[in-house]
Every structure is written in structure tokens, then in C-alpha cells.
């Protein structure tokens, strides 16, 4: 058996060459990925406006709480200045401080003064008893 | 020949394979026919289904409207309140949970214990123990931490005056409908329409934000403008308790009319009735007897007996009726038979010598005698029809329900009754009756329908009013007449304790035995006074009638009058009537 060396093969004889690497560049923002940017934004943006207005609804529903309160204790309020100024509850304690209705010495009349025993009318004077005093009349006796 | 080939023999294992393929397949096609089904045929449905599980619907109770005097001070009003409430089955100790109620709201508790021990019988889960507490007490019964206890928020009326003007404003029932008085008469106006709110909830029962929400607002009750003057009211009021104190009445009740307008200043009785107890004393029933009660009206009938003779010319002011002696028969040998007017023997009420007397005097004094001697100088059928126009026999028309006609006896038959009637008995008249038939008088004769409320007024503010219907009765001059008459029995006659210093008031008394069930009259009496004031523009008309006085207190001049007097005198202040005069 005889041997032979092994004959190494030139880099022409494999058919290799040599293949420069190309400068590498800045990525390039594709479609998809401004796409799925703009999904986020949008999906965020949804889901913001739907927490503030939930939050919204949440402020109202409290609002309204409050506008309820307010109400029954103005109602209350109401009830309980009518309850004061009832004249059930004034009247006795008026009559505590000593305070009457004023009498007629005590009201002043301007400008008309009268005599409450006297008739105030002339046609007055053709009647009954006033008539019959008077005798300016005769009396119509029945028959 | 050439050999068939061996069928192929399929073993169980396949068998089962396909089998087992054909259920998948099978499953998988019912499956999807199902989801077909679901999410495309019946896809509407189940929506409506789902929502329906989330929607919730209440109703918005309107706010009843509040009753104002004619000054603006309420006397009805509604406020919020809470209702506690309990679920019988979650209650661990029914005594102790309705005792613990009842020490906190001083309710009764064996009343929330009994309501208990029914529903625990009929198993619902829903028991009032006690409604329509403040809501500071709810707030206290729940700071008990009592298992199967809590409140829910309720509407309640309540009347700050108390029972000063209760039987005008009537009152409501438990759930707030009118039941009597203005509240019932108004209901409808008073109670508005109830709104709606439909929105989305959890199963907890919060209510879902941005869901579904649909609200349709209640729209409030009217208020009601009253013409009652709330002060002049309890004044009236508190003059009734006095009068039935002082007399030991039965009863008493005032009606006081605004001259010109007929405007209802105030309408007051006793006994008193509480409002939003719903109950008189020892549990009396509501009532109104200046509207609903009738009564023979005695001599303060005569006024409608004077007014027809003056306005029909059967006499004129200055006649002198001859010869009127203290008795007098329609039917001969009646006043010998020892029976009662009823049958033809009238009396006065003192005895006293045959004398000439002056149609004023007749008046004044209040003879019986003289005024049938007036009547019977009227043409025939002319009383009755004063009497209607006057208002007798038929209701005022006053916004008020269960309003009594009054009665006029029309029995041709009947040869004493136009006799008894020109002296107040075979006629029955509602003290509202007798008030507005006086107040033709103070008006001119022009007869004016009372009225207990002038406007009503919507959420707006928007007013509506109604023009009350009137009528001339008799002439301006016979009023005048009668107003003089009425003034002269106030200055020298029967009703001297009717008058108001600085004021010229005229009026009548009246005394009226009463009708004995088993027929004939008892001695009891009912005593009454009609006036106005100041006589020569009169403002202000006020009846008093005062059921059964004692026996010194029996007459109109005694019992009634001092009533009267202390209301007209609030009443003219009131409405800042000017004084007729003073002496210095």
C-alpha cells in the first residue's frame, strides 16, 4: 500500500472569495412598528379617557350625594324656622315679656276723628229708635 | 380465476377510533351550531336578557307641595325623613331588637315587636318597626349594629304650626296621600308626578358609570297659596279653647271671612286635632264642623228675615210693628197644648208686657214675637228666596270637601214653619253659611263664594287663580240698613260683649235649643254670634258658634260674643284696619 500526501486545494481551486461586510446603517422604523405605536398611544389614550371619565361620573355621583344632603338639611332648616316663628311658639312668650295688643289709646289717628256713639251716615237718622227720638220723622204705627 | 382478495376485516380498535372521530366531529358540529345559535339567532335576546339582569328601575317620588298662609309662613311642608325597617328571619333577639328600637325612637316597642312577629309568620323580609323618624334617630338606631336592621329614606309632612290650623290643612296618610282638609282637596294638584331613573348596577349593587342611564325627573307638587292669616288663625284657635273652658262647651268653632274678597282669614274649632298623629283627644276622628256640621241657627237667622222685608218694601225703617206681646200662636190654642214651638207657639226669650216696638228695637232686642209679625208682612215664597240667595240649601262651592248643604224647609203644608224659620229654627246652616250670608251684608248685599286657597303656584313660579263667583243678594241700601241694625244690637242690645275698643262692631247673637233625637228641643243650646267690623266698611266677618255652654253660658250674647271680640280685634289688627275713633 503506498501513500501520498495530501494536496490542500487553492482558495480559487474551492471557489471562495472574499465578501466585504457592508457599512452598518441606522434601523429603519417600519410600518408595523409606527402601527403598533400608535395602537399603544390610542389604547392608552382610550383607556385615560375612560378612567377620567369614569371619574367623572364617580365626581357627579358624588355631587349629587351632596345636592341631596344639602337639600334635606335645608328642608330641615326650613322645618325648623317655621317651628320657631309658629305663633304657637311666639304668642307665650311674647305674653312673658309683657307685650299686648296695642289698644285704641295707643293708636293714632291722623287725620279722621269721630265719635263711635254717633251715627256716622245722616241716612241714619230716618231709622227706628233714632227716627222715634228725633221726631223728625212720625213713625209709621201698624195697623 | 383469479381469487378475490380478502375482505379487509376492520379491527374493534378502529371501530372505536371512527367512533370516538365521528362523536368529536358530531360535538364539534353541535358545538358550533350552538354558538351559531347564541351569538347569531338568538344574540338579541340574550342582550336584552343580560341588560335586563343589570338594569335597575326606581321611581322618583315628586315633592308634595307646600301649603302657605296668606303671609308665606308655611303651615305643610314635607321633609326627608328615614324609615327603619328590618328583615324578621336575620334578627337574632326580636324582643331585644324591638325594645333597643323603641328606647332610641320612644316609639311603642311591643307595636314594632308585634309587626315582627307577622312577618316572621308570613315570611316576607321586609318589616317597618318605624317610619319616618328624624333622620338623627335613624342614625342612632343604626349605631346599634343590630343584625337584620336598617333604614331607608322616606318623605314625611309635617305641620310646624301643630294643630292650629288643622282642620283647614286636613292632613296625609302614612305614605303621604291627602286624606282630609286642603291636603285632600288639592291631592291631586299638591302631589305632582312621580319621575323615573333607570340606570346599569353590579351585582353589589353599585351603579355602573357611563352604562345605560336614563333619568325622567319627578316634577313637583304645587304649592298652595291659602288666605289663612297663620297669627289670626291661632288667635281664633286659642279664643275656641277658651270659650269651651269657660262655658264647659262641647265644642267650638270660628269662621272668619274677609269682607269684600271672601277669602277664609281663618277657620278654627275644638276639640283640637293633631296632624301628624292623626288623631283628636282620646283618638277622635277628624272633623270640620264649620264646614261639614250643620245647626239651627236662632236669632242670627233674623237677619235674613229683616234684610227680606227691608228689600222686598214689607217694612221700612221707621215702622213700629203694634201690640207685640212676649208670645204668639201661628195655630190657634198652640201655646195651650203644652208642646214646643214646633207645633205653633212662639215665644220670647223673657217674658214682658204687650208694647209697641220700632223695627230697630225688634231687632236690637231680638224679639221672636216681633220678627214673625216682620215675616208675615213678607209676600209669599219671598223668604225661601232670600234664603237661596243668601246661600242657604245649597254648598258655598268652598274648595273643601264634604261640604254640608244646610236645610230649608220647602213644606207648603207646614203652617209654622216660615214662622219658626224667620226665627232661626226649621233651617240648618253651616257656620261657613251663616259667615258668608253676613258678609253680603258687609259687602253692599253682594254675596261673594268663600275661599280657602287663591292661587296655586307650579315649579315655575307660574300662578293660576280662580275669580270667585259672586251675586247681589239685596240692594246696597238694605244692606246698609242691616248693617245699622247689627251695630245697634252690639252698642245697646244682646251682644254688648261683642265689641272692640276704638272699633264699631256690629253682629247678632243667637241662641238655638237643640233638636232632642226622639223629637221636640232639649234645653241644651247652641250658642252662637255673627258680626263684622267696622260697621260702616266692614273689613272682617267672624261666627262663633259654641255647642252646648253650660247653662249660665246658654245664650249667644254670653258665650260667643267674648270669642268674637277677641278675634275681630286680632283680625282688624291684623289687616291694619284703622280705628274708628278715640277719645284721647
Known amino acids: 500500500m503506498t501513500t501520498r500526501a495530501l494536496r490542500v486545494p487553492t482558495r480559487r481551486e474551492a471557489g471562495l472569495r472574499v465578501v466585504h461586510g457592508r457599512r452598518a446603517r441606522r434601523p429603519v422604523v417600519t410600518p408595523f412598528v409606527v402601527f403598533v405605536l400608535i395602537l399603544l398611544v390610542a389604547l392608552f389614550g382610550i383607556v385615560f379617557a375612560r378612567t377620567s371619565l369614569d371619574q367623572g361620573a364617580f365626581d357627579l355621583a358624588e355631587m349629587d350625594r351632596k345636592i341631596v344632603a344639602a337639600s334635606t338639611e335645608n328642608a330641615q332648616l326650613r322645618l325648623e324656622v317655621a317651628r320657631l316663628e309658629s305663633p304657637a311658639r311666639v304668642a307665650p312668650l311674647a305674653e312673658e315679656m309683657g307685650m299686648v295688643f296695642p289698644t285704641e289709646r295707643e293708636t293714632v289717628v291722623v287725620e279722621r276723628i269721630a265719635d263711635p256713639t254717633a251715627p256716622t251716615d245722616p241716612r241714619w237718622a230716618s231709622i227706628g229708635r233714632y227716627a222715634a227720638a228725633t221726631s223728625e220723622v212720625t213713625p209709621e204705627v201698624e195697623e | ?584
Open chain 2, 1 to 584: 380465476m383469479a381469487a378475490r382478495p380478502a375482505a379487509r376485516r376492520v379491527s374493534a380498535a378502529e371501530l372505536r377510533i371512527w367512533l370516538l372521530g365521528f362523536i368529536l366531529v358530531a360535538s364539534w358540529f353541535g358545538l358550533g351550531y350552538r354558538l351559531f345559535h347564541v351569538q347569531v339567532v338568538q344574540a338579541e335576546e340574550f342582550q336584552a336578557s343580560g341588560l335586563n339582569q343589570r338594569l335597575e328601575t326606581r321611581t322618583l317620588a315628586p315633592n308634595r307641595g307646600t301649603i302657605f298662609d296668606r303671609n308665606g309662613d308655611p303651615v305643610a311642608m314635607t321633609v326627608e325623613a328615614e324609615s327603619i325597617w328590618v328583615v324578621p328571619q336575620l334578627l337574632e333577639d326580636v324582643v331585644y331588637t324591638a325594645q333597643s328600637i323603641a328606647s332610641i325612637t320612644g316609639r311603642d316597642w311591643e307595636v314594632a315587636y308585634q309587626a315582627i312577629q307577622r312577618g316572621l309568620e308570613s315570611g316576607t323580609r321586609f318589616v317597618y318597626v318605624a317610619r319616618q323618624v328624624e333622620p338623627v334617630t335613624a342614625q342612632a338606631v343604626m349605631d346599634l349594629g343590630l343584625p337584620g336592621v336598617a333604614i331607608i329614606p322616606e318623605a314625611k309632612r309635617v305641620y310646624p304650626s301643630g294643630d292650629v290650623s288643622a282642620h283647614v290643612v286636613g292632613m296625609v296618610d302614612i305614605d303621604g296621600n291627602g286624606i282630609e282638609g286642603l291636603e285632600i282637596a288639592y291631592d291631586e294638584a299638591l302631589t305632582g308626578t312621580p319621575g323615573q331613573m333607570v340606570f346599569e348596577e353590579d351585582p353589589a349593587g353599585n351603579v355602573i358609570p357611563q352604562a345605560t342611564r336614563e333619568v325622567v325627573p319627578a316634577v313637583p307638587g304645587m304649592d298652595l297659596l291659602t288666605t289663612l292669616d297663620l297669627s289670626l288663625q291661632f288667635t281664633a284657635h286659642e279664643a275656641c279653647a277658651e270659650a269651651v273652658e269657660r262655658t264647659g262647651a262641647k265644642g267650638c268653632w270660628i269662621v272668619a271671612l274677609h269682607a269684600e274678597t271672601g277669602e277664609v282669614l281663618a277657620m278654627a274649632g275644638n276639640p283640637p286635632f293633631d296632624p301628624e298623629t292623626r288623631s283628636g283627644p282620646d283618638g277622635a276622628p277628624f272633623s270640620n264642623f264649620a264646614v261639614r256640621g250643620m245647626y239651627e241657627p236662632g236669632s242670627t237667622q233674623k237677619l235674613i228675615t229683616f234684610a227680606a222685608a227691608f228689600d222686598t218694601g214689607a217694612i221700612t225703617p221707621s215702622l213700629v210693628i203694634g201690640a207685640v206681646a212676649d208670645r204668639y200662636e201661628t195655630t190657634a190654642g198652640a201655646c195651650e197644648s203644652a208642646t214646643d214651638e214646633i207645633y205653633g207657639c212662639f215665644s220670647d226669650f223673657a217674658d214682658h208686657a204687650t208694647v209697641d216696638m220700632t223695627v230697630a228695637d225688634i231687632f236690637t232686642e231680638s224679639s221672636n214675637v216681633g220678627t214673625i209679625k216682620i215675616q208675615e208682612r213678607i209676600r209669599a215664597g219671598a223668604m225661601l228666596e232670600y234664603m237661596n240667595a243668601f246661600g242657604y240649601g245649597v254648598p258655598t262651592g268652598i274648595d273643601y270637601t264634604g261640604e254640608a248643604r244646610g236645610i230649608v224647609n220647602n213644606d207648603p203644608g207646614c203652617t209654622s214653619c216660615l214662622a219658626s224659620t224667620a226665627i232661626g229654627y226649621n233651617v240648618a246652616v253651616t257656620p261657613l253659611q251663616i259667615a258668608a250670608a253676613y258678609a253680603a251684608i258687609a259687602n253692599d248685599g253682594l254675596w261673594v263664594q268663600p275661599r280657602l286657597v287663591t292661587s296655586t303656584v307650579d315649579m315655575d313660579g307660574e300662578v293660576f287663580t280662580a275669580d270667585p263667583v259672586t251675586r247681589q243678594v239685596v240692594s246696597q241700601n238694605t244692606a246698609w240698613v242691616m248693617r245699622q241694625l247689627l251695630a245697634n244690637v252690639v252698642e245697646s242690645g244682646t251682644g254688648k260683649l261683642a265689641s272692640v275698643p276704638g272699633y264699631r262692631v256690629g253682629g247678632k247673637t243667637g241662641t238655638a235649643n237643640k233638636l232632642d233625637p226622639n223629637g221636640g228641643y232639649t234645653d241644651e243650646t247652641v250658642a252662637s254670634f255673627v258680626g263684622m267690623a267696622p260697621i260702616d266698611d266692614p273689613k272682617v266677618v267672624i261666627a262663633v258658634v259654641i255647642d252646648d255652654p253650660a247653662a249660665e253660658y246658654r245664650t249667644g250674647g254670653s258665650a260667643a260674643a267674648p270669642a268674637f271680640a277677641d278675634v275681630m280685634e286680632a283680625a282688624l289688627h291684623a289687616l291694619g284696619v284703622v280705628p274708628d275713633a278715640f277719645d284721647g
